[in-house]
């Protein structure tokens, strides 16, 4: 199959394009680098792009003629997303239209859009499945709600078949080390404490003590980044064999607080990882944890690596490559 990446050498979209690569697909990578890294992508033909840019969207679609779109370029952090709300709106909704709009232009009608748990909110019943009610409490939600009601009416409207797949907390590396999670600045807990582990960091800040929870952290569901991909993987086949648009959560139905994260770092490091606690994080809801059975009865996803030790030891992996004097 002919796929193309966008967003592709960031952290999931690279690890997309080594799955891809792996099953003998081409592979076409479409990054403004913005927040990716162009050594993070391991073959196939990369393109320096922005989805701003539509005379460059269009000559990307009249250059090849792709069987379904991956889309995973976007903006993420939720308190950066509360304090400049217009850059993910533009970024993440309005850039995503430019790619629907030539993809609609050109006649690829397969899209698998990275959604996120962020959409749902503060949680009415744990663990949440698909049916949850969506009501975002940060812009970064609700700038991924909205494409979600965008994909719906472009495929009303244009025929167009997406699979949304809304991820919890991705985590971990490559099982041989060669690519894993990298951001400027780190905002991800995971390599937030092994980065303190490995002495990049003197300490690791903890926001907010007082949620309703049994330790007063937040918790999250966290999914390994392989286990991601494969979900990805399964949705193209589903959708190449003109199956259904859906919308599926990825998760382990399984959540850790924030010290329970930074304890399983520090039994895999065998270091300490010194703590701070902070005030609460604007736009943080207490407790995220998923209930992935949709797409386990509908695609046949069942997670490889739910150990959140097992996601922690890949990531340590990796971690200990970028700082190889620790």
């Known amino acids: 199959m002919n796929i193309l990446v966008v967003g592709g050498a960031g952290y999931i979209g ?32 990369f393109i320096e792009g922005d989805l701003s840019n539509t005379n460059e969207l269009n000559t990307l679609f009249e250059n090849s003629q792709f069987d379904c779109v991956m889309h995973f370029a976007a903006f993420s952090q939720v308190g950066e997303s509360v304090l400049h709300p217009g850059l993910y709106y533009k970024n993440n909704f309005c850039n995503t239209l430019n790619l629907l709009d030539s993809m609609v232009k050109h006649d690829v009608n397969n899209i698998i859009f990275s959604s996120t748990a962020a959409l749902f909110g503060n949680p009415e019943y744990t663990p949440i499945d698909e049916k949850h009610p969506c009501n975002p409490i940060n812009p970064y939600g609700q700038s991924k709600l909205m494409i979600e009601q965008a994909l719906a009416d472009y495929e009303q409207a244009y025929g167009i078949q997406y699979i949304s797949l809304r991820y919890f907390n991705a985590a971990g590396a490559s099982i041989d080390g060669s690519i894993g999670e990298r951001h400027t600045p780190e905002t991800h807990l995971i390599p937030l404490a ?13 926001f907010g003590s007082d949620y309703d929870t049994p330790d007063g952290t937040c918790i999250r569901d966290y999914i390994h980044v392989l286990d991601l991909c494969e979900a990805h993987y399964l949705a193209l086949q589903h959708l190449i064999k003109n199956g259904e648009s859906n919308i599926f959560n990825l998760g382990n139905k399984e959540g850790y607080s924030v010290l329970q994260v930074i304890h399983a770092a520090e039994q895999v490091t065998q270091r300490n990882i010194p703590a701070i606690t902070t005030s609460r994080r604007a736009g943080d809801p207490t407790t995220l944890i998923a209930d992935s059975e949709k797409i386990t009865t509908l695609l046949g996803w069942t997670p490889k690596h739910s150990s959140i030790h097992t996601i922690m030891e890949h990531a340590w992996q990796w971690e200990q490559k970028l700082a190889p004097s620790s």
């Open 14 to 45: 690279s690890h997309m394009v080594q799955m891809l690569l792996e099953n003998g697909d081409e592979v076409t990578i479409f990054d403004n680098l913005s927040t990716g890294f162009k050594e993070s992508v391991t073959g196939g033909n």
């Open 194 to 206: 092994l980065q303190t582990a490995t002495g990049k960091r003197e300490h690791i800040k903890v």
